[in-house]
């Protein structure tokens, strides 16, 4: 007797109907536009001549229930795990909203009325359409802006999903990455998806070691180097000359990623001077930070045309929305209200210092949007103290590699902010302080 096989080997079988019955059968009619339906228990499948019917096979006893392929042994090898545990979560979690959402580093004073008009404008005209797989108009905007080829431009949602495309573009199992101890972990999280080995070098007086990350790709032979210039999370930064120091320091066969997230809140003297067309550093920016757009999810990378290209190969093309891109554009535009935030900023800034110390805290300086306070003592403390003002309605977020993780980091809000994170915190050190206590006991 012969096996079946194909669909009768899965317990399937086909039945086509001629194309002139259906004319007879105005049911059956009804299917023909459909590719693929569900109808009394059976599939259907269509096309202009005939309608096919696979059915359940009527052997007794055949379990029909379908199974699909494991995951792969480096996917199972994964931690279910994110970078960083949403506010929304949390609230979700307490049951209730954060009086002071100020953990995340998002700008609470919102992009440029210029950026929301754009995209109120292409809300109600475009947004039935993908959007432009080049970014065109993004691209020339921000290539006259940097003064580099529009070929040394890609855009992407937010720096997270670019670092993600490089790291596919250059990581494959066992290569070799080096990173600083407590920077940045979404790129770890990205090396860990591809298999990479990670090799972290610790700060230097709470600044990442451009010296030391030099030196550690050397000895492992790394493919990628990672340094955000301000460094989050501690806001610290290196001026050029430090920057510029480091990239003529890159070994062959090596690329750095100069995460710059932070670099339109820095002092003038930060950025360092690269040449478009050098093909061993990928610049990152982001319109999240100062541009107060990170819901919409816009970042780009610049360097040399060739390395550019290389995201084509892998890349979301129609990953960009039309709305996103309008606000971008509009706000890159839009110098007045950058000047605007960075004030803000500097205000909120001094709030978060004068709260520090008028508690006995030491205050980091930062090139940032937010400040990072050293609270006094070991991790655990520092833990407490940022549980403590959780459950008090204030979002802030810690650094979670030692020493770092002696700090607690919070972003620059409004004066309701600020003044509800003042409010808190005696309360929260307080606690924390009594636990301390208890422990040592």
């Given amino acids: ?78 931690p279910a795990t994110v970078p960083f545990v949403g506010p929304e979560t949390q609230e979700r979690l307490r049951g209730e909203p954060f009086t002071a ?35 065109h108009d993004l691209k020339q905007a921000l290539a006259i802006h940097h003064q580099v080829p529009m070929e040394s431009l890609m855009i992407g949602e937010g720096i997270d999903g670019l670092l993600g495309l490089i790291v596919r573009l250059y990581v494959t199992a066992g290569d070799t990455v080096v990173t600083s101890a407590g920077a940045y972990p979404t790129f770890n999280y990205h090396v860990a998806g591809f298999g990479g080995t990670l090799h972290q070098v610790p700060y ?141 900023v500097a205000t909120a800034k001094h709030s978060i210092i004068k709260a520090a110390t008028d508690n006995g805290l030491k205050a980091l300086p930062s090139a940032t949007n937010f400040v990072t306070i050293d609270c006094g003592h070991d991790g655990a403390f520092a833990k407490a103290v940022l549980t403590n003002l959780i459950e008090n309605g204030i979002f802030v977020r810690m650094p979670f ?3 770092q993780d002696r700090c607690i980091r919070v972003s620059c809000g409004t004066a309701s902010d600020m003044t509800a994170f003042a409010g808190a915190l005696p309360l929260a050190l307080a606690r924390a302080k009594a636990g301390l206590h208890e422990k040592l006991g």
């Fill in 1 to 78: 007797m012969r096996r079946p096989t194909g669909l009768a080997a899965c317990g399937i079988v086909r039945t086509t109907i001629a194309a002139p019955e259906l004319i007879k059968n105005p049911r059956l009619f009804n299917c023909i536009r459909v590719s693929c339906t569900f109808l009394t228990g059976k599939y259907v499948v269509a096309n202009d001549s005939h309608i096919g019917m696979l059915a359940p096979h009527s052997r007794p006893g055949l379990s029909t229930a379908m199974t699909r392929p494991p995951l792969n042994p480096l996917a199972q090898s994964l």
């Fill in 101 to 135: 959402r100020i953990g995340a580093n998002e700008s609470a004073f919102g992009p440029s009325p210029k950026a929301i008009a754009a995209m109120q404008k292409a809300a109600a005209d475009e947004a039935w359409m993908y959007g432009d797989p080049e970014a």
């Fill in 204 to 344: 230097k007086d709470d600044h990442e070691d451009p010296v030391g990350l030099i030196e550690k790709a050397i000895s492992t032979g790394a493919k990628l180097i990672y340094i955000a210039n301000p460094d989050n999370p501690m806001g610290t930064w290196h001026d050029a000359t430090v920057m510029e120091q480091m990239i003529a320091a890159i070994p062959p066969g090596c690329l750095l990623l100069l995460d710059e997230a932070y670099i339109d809140l820095a002092p003038d003297s930060t950025a360092p001077r690269i040449d478009p067309l050098a093909g061993n550093v990928i610049r990152l920016r982001t319109f999240s930070k100062a541009h107060g757009m990170a819901g919409c999810r816009v970042g780009y990378a610049i360097s040399a045309p060739d390395v550019i290209s290389g995201f084509n190969k892998v890349r979301n093309h129609f990953g960009m929305s039309r709305i996103s891109l309008a606000g971008a554009q509009a706000a890159l535009q839009d110098a007045f209200w950058l000047s605007h935030v960075r004030a803000e």
């Fill in 401 to 403: 590699v030692h020493p």
